[in-house]
């Protein structure tokens, strides 16, 4: 069984983003760019199922500018065997990138298909989803345990109460929550042999998708600032103002 | 940086460096390898300074954690990056390996002693072990299995190796049995592995006294399977040192042959040979102790600046209503600038002599080859003894912008000072490499090889004047170049008459140079920076490319000026150093 | 046009989080419709039609909606979609899995976790966890939300009349089967919708520990508990306590977080809270750049000193 994992290219997690003094956007011009973390967590998965021997073949997708091979080259370093760049300038949104890996699935037909549960730059939290509804395939979203085994994956979800398991028939869409497992650490002998590894280009147009954004951003702003607080000197005085101050108790 | 300071195109074309050509593939490298210093050495990093390795009677435990980092390490193949492809490393050249090492020093440097001796004693079993010997250690000192130590030092064999008084006594077999007390050797002893190769440097019965009479051998903490059933042998660590800083690297008291019989060795090379085949790594162990001096600079820089930028304290000199975070002062900007162009400085000097040692192995012109050795070998005392005695004061500043913060130990501020405290001193004091200097690389040949790389200065000179934006850098590297080529004129004539003159202005004289070749380099990156800027080629690094002409600048009028001061102590400061009345009271 | 809720719910009763996204949908213009999609939600269906600002609910009954599979509560909304100019749905967990689907199928975008609505069809959102807001326009006929409920006030749970509407169901999908759940039963308010929210991190150390200096805590405050990603990891706190960028967004009127170091993905999940307080011994702790009062001491001394002190005010 083939597995297709998409990975997407986003600033750091570690960067403080600033937003542009015009308004028009974020400030990423100088940011550390890398992997999505939930995506690496989806790529460490599917890559186990291929030690386990569930899956025959990883294949990592990223739609995105020319350097968006950068993180295709560290997927296949984590063990995806071959890569696609879905090469485009345009901005994405999520229905757009859901279309371009609907068409993907239709040529790979690949038995599970695993993405981050949501990126760390838009927090949409949508494609995954978008996925299985255009493919018309199950989905198990925020998963926390992934189980394959004779055509079915069960899955266990985070949710708001707490746990959640459900079944389903492959193929299916999975997206990953951060405890489904803990990334492994890239080895140097896998980054020199990803570099053999094969890695397509194609364009949203040899696959007939149409990528134009439907949201328009009309400005982007800083959140409203907290006034500066105050340090207590001892739980009496926290107490007091809690109580007289704040009136919050 | 690495294209345009340190020679990457040529290195790239060295066989076996494909790596350096392809960007992405470095980039991916430089990427993980940080992953792995950020997740898993980075956070042991305090651990070991405040717990360090413990010393028992069964052994020694290396710091908690350690054990377990340093599988991860291997696992991931960076223990083997620059080690023989003959016996599974990936050797990369010198260049990347710098690189590379920079990186992990930076986040844990007591845990990077450990691979970096094995990697310095693969490097003696290939250049003079007999075909058994490495079919034996090299598979499982390259697969990270086993580790190594170099043993030289002794109570009173230091700088003077020659001084040392282990003996090796011919077993009749082939083998040696080693008596005698080794001090200050690095993870002599530690759970990380199964087995530990020591490196000794002895005296076999008979040899003549001093350097020339000395052999290296190799003894195993456990002997071979194979005819020996992997006993152990005798080598004992006898207890740690209690040190200043690099607390997570046990210094340990080795001790050989006291049950009686002797600890069994095998000669590596030939007899009276030890000297010689170390001197072979010594300049690569010598550019590596220059990039610890790097790697902990580099840290404390990052440390100091962003405390910097979150302390708030006194308002602004120009008028603020509140007060501000400290980086707004002058004189912090100062101090953060004076750690930051020279960390850039050493940088650039050890990544082009990286880079150079790979062209002078590799090279396939001969001429090449000898030009980048005759680079090397006049450069590698220069850098070794000037960066990590920068590395010294720089660390220090970032104890000073600190505060009293700065003096707490829990800040971690004073961790890459006290870390680092040893790197002037191991490997060749500053004052060894001083005279190493003097003696071997500017008398020996009559300052041929000095002059040479004066020349190249001078071409970088004569580029820079061109640009009238860059003048004040030019007139500046220009007095510094004078002030070398004034105090090597005196050397040469100073020698004759007055040896000991020369000696007492060694250290000065490393300094200057030390400083100009910083120097040269800080201005041959603000061509390139200048270079790129105005070709309207900067991108995404122009902010980079700014910040890199700022630094250059700042080091133009911070640095370079003591080259000056320099040159005046060094001609002139001789006969107060000499005056027999000066150290009698 | 009308705009339509996807009622969150457990067939007995409406779930807070669904008054929130009613008054944002009230703030779209035109008429609230809610959609009850349960298994034997009568009573659920009956209190939606309570609440205050709803013109109609349509109740959606069957066994395949008893789990909330995101396949089949999809596809009830899409049976009834066709009339509604919005469609919007609580950022919940639940909400935030089905709604996706809806979109997609109407080839739609979606606008995750709105924080505003600017008009029929500008809204803002946050992005890169919360560090910028973006103001966002949607030129598709029909507009597909998910509601950060934090940021908009509840509708009245009573004092609305809507009728209820019986809407044919849509039949399973089966393409997704519910296996088991573990859901914490608990007497403590729910963390997205509680006032006082107690925080716990790793510096609890344990997970008994945890639990024996939280839980008086909130006991005193009446109050949620709620835990950082570093402390879940650990192990020290179930998954479902989790507040930050990935978990649980909240904004109660008092936050106190506990040995709590406030890295970027934890303060994207609290920093909107009314009142924020901080204990942690660490006096460079990243936390105390967005408390209101920060007590700089060890958790272990001023958690219990807090809770007797307010065992004593309350005598």
Known sequence: MKILVSVKRVVDHNVKVRVKSDGSGVDIANAKMSMNPFDEIAVEEAVRLKEKGVATEVIAVSCGVQQCQETLRTAMAIGADRAVLVQTDEELQPLAVARLLKALVDKEQPGLVVLGKQAIDDDANQTGQMLAALADLPQATFASKLEVADGKAKVTREVDGGLETISMPLPAVVTTDLRLNEPRYVTLPNIMKAKKKQLDTVK??????????????????????????IKVPDVATLLQKLKTEAKVI | MLRELADLDRVAQLPNAEVLADDELTGSILIEASRLAEGVLEPLNATGDRDGARWSAEGVKATPGFKDAYRQYVEGGWNRLAMPTEYGGQGMPTLLSAAVREIFIGANKAFCMCPGLTDAAVHALMVGADDALKAYYLPRLVSGEWTATMNLTEPQAGSDVGALRTRAVPAGDGTYRIFGQKIF????????????????????????????????????????????????????????????????????????????????????????????????????????????????????????????????????????????PIIRHPDVRRMLLSMRSQTEAMRALGYMLAGALDLADGHSDPMVRQERQDFVDLMIPIFKGWATETAVEVTRTSVQIHGGMGYVTESGASQPLRDVLIAPIYEGTTGIQANDLIARKVLRDGGASLNCWLAQVDRTLAETTAQPALADLASRLGEGVASVRMVAQWIAQAQRERPLDVLAAAVPFLKLAGIVAGGWLMTRAALAASRLLDAGDAGESESFLRAKLASARFYATHVLPQAGALAVTAMNGSEATLDEWALQA | MAALVIAEHDNASIKAATLNTVTAAAACGGDVHVLVAGANAGEAAKAASQIAGVAKVMHADGEQFAHGLAENVAAQVLAIAGNYGHILFPATASGKNVAPRV??????????????????????????????????????????????TTAFDPAAATGGSAGVETAGAVGDTGKSKFESCEIAKSDRPELTAAKIIVSGGRALGSSEKFQDVMTPLADKLGAAIGASRAAVDAGYAPNDLQVGQTGKIVAPQLYVACGISGAIQHLAGMKDSKVIVAINKDAEAPIFGVADYGLVDDLFTAVPELVSSLEATAK
């Open chain 3, 103 to 148: 979109a997609a199928k109407l080839d739609v975008a979606q606008i995750s976790d709105i924080t505003k609505v600017d008009s029929a069809d500008t809204f803002e959102r946050p992005i890169y966890a919360g560090n910028a807001i973006a103001t966002v326009q949607s030129s598709d006929a029909v507009k597909v939300i998910t509601v950060r």
């Open chain 1, 204 to 229: 949203p147009e040899d696959l007939g998708v149409d990528v134009r954004p439907r949201l328009k951003t009309l400005k982007v702003t800083e959140p409203t600032k907290r006034s500066a607080g």
């Open chain 2, 185 to 324: 050797i690095s993870f002599g002893d530690h759970d990380l592995t199964d087995n530990i190769v020591h490196l000794v440097l002895a005296r076999v019965a008979g040899a003549p006294e001093g350097s020339k009479g000395i052999s290296l051998f190799v003894v195993p903490k456990f002997l071979p399977q194979e005819g020996w059933q992997g006993a152990r042998n005798d080598v004992q660590c006898a207890g740690i040192e209690h040190k200043v800083g690099n607390h997570g690297s046990p210094t340990c008291t080795m001790v050989y042959g006291d049950a009686g019989e002797g600890a069994v060795a095998w000669l590596l090379g030939g007899e009276n040979m030890g000297l010689q085949t170390m001197f072979v790594m010594m300049n690569q162990a010598r550019i590596l102790v220059g990039m610890e001096g790097v790697a902990l600079s580099e840290r404390a820089y990052r440390q100091a600046l962003a405390y910097a930028r979150e302390r708030v304290q006194g308002r602004a000199a120009e008028g603020s209503a509140l007060p501000v």
